[in-house]
């Protein structure tokens, strides 16, 4: 039964390193690198910019100075509103 236990804790421990997803904690401490919280500024990209980073981990983009987004999601909000006729 022990092994069990083993074998689970270890495969716990794999998959979280194969996902490279920020805790809340650090992707808090990456984003008050990043993002410049002052009062008066809006806190909606702090908090996108967390989002992202537990999201997406090291992936995460910042394709403009006002978005975070992960890769697949960067991908379809590039083609803008889409027209159709």
Do not use: W
Not at 23 to 41: F, L, N, W
Not at 50 to 63: F, H, S, T
Request: charged residues 20%; contains cysteine.
């Amino acid at each position: 039964m022990k092994h069990f236990f083993r074998t689970i804790a270890f495969a716990s421990v794999l998959a979280t390193a194969a996902c490279d997803h920020y805790s809340t904690q650090d992707a808090y401490a990456k984003c008050s690198e990043i993002v410049e919280v002052t009062e008066g500024v809006e806190s909606a990209l702090f908090e996108q910019c967390v989002a992202c980073y537990e999201n997406c981990g090291d992936e995460c983009n910042q394709p403009r100075l006002d978005r975070f987004v992960c890769p697949d999601q960067e991908e379809t909000s590039a083609g803008g509103a889409g027209g159709g006729s």
